[in-house]
Nanobody, 121 residues
Framework: QADLVESGGGLVQPGGSLTLSCAAS????????MAWYRQVPGKQRELVAV???????TYADSVKGRFTISRDNAKNTVELQMNSLKLEDTAVYYC???????????????WGQGTQVTVSS
């Protein structure tokens, strides 16, 4: 079973909206920060948004005012609301979490499998 399970990716027109969801498996606990990254071919993976356990948020300049990250600490889930989507938002989006895992020592970084978001007219 995957440590993080993502859903919500797909095809959307410019100006449209899409919401990505990510759920941590039962093997993860004491989750600190959670984040969304994205990557396009030939480019380095970049941070889109991050949210701490205290729900403080940080956004990349390119998505400020358009994207909103949120989390439910009780359910260990995180969402990314994407509005006013642009062609340049097209990428594979990855969920990330800093957490402890059952059977492993110390906190580590965990990644989802990635989900494709395509913005096209």
């Amino acid at each position: 079973q995957a440590d993080l399970v993502e859903s919500g990716g797909g095809l959307v027109q410019p100006g449209g909206s899409l919401t990505l969801s990510c759920a941590a498996s039962g093997t993860l606990f004491s989750i600190a920060s959670m984040a969304w990254y994205r990557q396009v071919p030939g480019k380095q993976r970049e941070l889109v948004a991050v949210i701490t356990s205290g729900k403080r948020t940080t956004y990349a300049d390119s998505v400020k005012g358009r994207f909103t990250i949120s989390r439910d600490n009780a359910k260990n889930t995180v969402e990314l609301q994407m509005n006013s989507l642009k062609l340049e938002d097209t990428a594979v989006y990855y969920c990330n979490a800093d957490a402890f895992k059952i059977g492993s020592d110390g906190a580590k970084h965990f990644w989802g499998q990635g989900t494709q978001v395509t913005v096209s007219s």
